[in-house]
């Protein structure tokens, strides 16, 4: 069992940056594939960024490419937490932002394919 907790949201204007974290409690962080996602109002939720379980090997990201180039997903095993840098916000970027997790080795873009959701943290950019 893991529990995700997000933070880091806020407002910001256009251009700006934000740093969100996602805190695993549990055992064995580095085992679980982590994952992005974001809900605007009345648009469904829609992946965002990916990191593969044990990317010591070498990284394993993917991104949508809505948010490539100016969004970096990260984690750091020794704290259990996943971040997600996102610079050059835009207006189109404000949603609810979640994070997910999933065991096993191998990105993933689907929201089905996770089995761990945090309660989200809001994130507004203003024009």
């Known amino acids: 069992q893991v529990q995700l907790v997000e933070s880091g949201g806020g407002l910001v204007q256009t251009g700006e940056s934000l740093r969100l974290s996602c805190a695993a409690s549990?055992?064995?962080?580095?085992?679980?594939?982590m994952g992005w996602f974001r809900q605007a109002p009345g648009k469904e939720r829609e992946f965002v960024a990916t990191?593969?379980?044990?990317?010591?090997?070498?990284?394993?990201?993917d991104y949508a490419e809505s948010v490539r180039g100016r969004f970096t997903i990260s984690r750091d095993n020794a704290k259990n937490t996943a971040y997600l840098q996102m610079n050059g916000l835009k207006p189109d970027d404000t949603a609810v932002y979640y994070c997910?997790?999933?065991?096993?080795?191998?990105?993933?873009?689907?929201?089905?394919?996770?089995?761990?959701w945090g309660q989200g943290t809001q994130v507004t950019v203003s024009s």
């Open positions: 990191i593969s379980a044990f990317v010591w090997s070498g990284d394993r990201v």
């Open positions: 549990g055992r064995a962080f580095s085992s679980y594939t």
């Open positions: 997910a997790a999933k065991r096993g080795v191998g990105v993933r873009t689907q929201s089905d394919e996770y089995d761990y």
